[in-house]
């Protein structure tokens, strides 16, 4: 059991259907059925009856939504207890390592004030920590997910890491991939799944050589000559110091990065923000580089498309 069920719960007991419930949680209908159904089966009470074009809460499901409701209402309470003082930003591993942990350093090196950076595993679960209020900031790739709002800080260059005995040229043409060996996450990982369906989307067929469930032996096996590996920015570069070798992509692959919030970014936020901004003047490409001319976007969806020629608040890909 989860705070995640709690909301749908209590969200669907409000709207009265679940269609009309994830829509007001922007999140899709089947996902927020099968968190109640898991709900349901572990606690051996239906909550909810269907009938027809809605639903209707069933006498325990009753005492099960006002247990809920009063879950969530002293979860929020102790969330706002240094609402004022704390500013909660959270972000993905690797975005936490390159933009949010050094923005952070300046935030508080400039007297913004505390701040608390919550790392979690993925993309959602950042969106889903602002959607509720568990965090005020996030630090995530563009387009904003749906229900929240973005701030563009540039544009991040996806480069590739090789053995160093490997003879690549520099750059290395994108349909020349399917002649190395690649390395992938294993199993059921959403960062093999952005991997894979970002090369297909391309006309693209990997060969996967080696693959691991630890992303941070990634760099390792790219070192001990197992194959080669997408990379960028201060990953990159560490990985080049410790013997890598590195090409960069043609065309290259660019992803937008940025911070989302749930609302207007105003006072403490907002100067979080303008650290973020100075951070990333050194890591990624600003708007009107000649670089981005030739570039592809890489979209939270694995879709390719031509980079946008500017970059302000979206929560969809442009069309293609």
Do not use: C
Request: hydrophobic share 45%; glycine share 10%.
């Amino acid at each position: 059991m989860n705070l995640q069920q709690l909301r749908y719960v209590v969200a669907t007991a409000d709207e009265g259907t679940m269609t009309q419930a994830a829509g007001v949680l922007h999140v899709a209908q089947p996902a927020l059925s099968r968190a109640i159904r898991a709900l349901e089966a572990e606690i051996d009470v239906a909550v909810f009856e269907r009938d027809g074009r809605g639903v209707r809460v069933t006498r325990q499901g009753r005492e099960v939504v006002a247990l809920a409701r009063r879950v969530l209402a002293d979860v929020d309470r102790i969330a706002s207890l240094n609402a004022s003082t704390v500013l909660r930003v959270s972000a993905i591993t690797a975005q936490a390592r390159e933009i949010a942990s050094a923005a952070v350093g300046r935030f508080v090196a400039s007297g913004g004030g505390r701040v608390s950076l919550d790392v979690v595993d993925t993309p959602d679960e950042v969106a889903d920590r602002v959607r509720d209020g568990r965090a005020q900031l996030g630090v995530l790739e563009l387009p904003a997910p749906p229900g929240l709002q973005a701030t563009s800080l540039g544009w991040q260059e996806i480069v590739m890491l090789h053995p160093p005995d490997w003879a690549l040229p520099d750059p290395f043409d994108l349909t020349q991939l399917p002649e190395i060996s690649l390395l992938a996450p294993e199993g059921d990982d959403w960062r093999r799944d952005r991997m894979m369906d970002g090369l297909r989307a391309a006309g693209i067929e990997p060969k996967i050589a080696a693959e691991t469930n630890d992303r941070s032996l990634m760099v390792s096996l790219v070192q001990q000559g197992a194959g080669a590996w997408f990379s960028y920015g201060r990953e990159a570069a560490t990985a080049v110091k410790g013997g890598a070798g590195l090409v960069h992509l043609a065309p290259a692959p660019l992803r937008e990065i940025g911070i989302v919030s749930s609302g207007n970014v105003e006072g403490v936020s907002a100067d979080f923000v303008d650290a973020a901004k100075a951070e990333a003047a050194d890591l990624l490409i600003p708007v009107g580089d000649p670089r981005l001319a030739d570039g592809t976007w890489v979209t939270d969806a694995g879709s390719l498309g031509s980079v946008p020629a500017t970059t302000v608040p979206r929560t969809a890909p442009p069309p293609t």
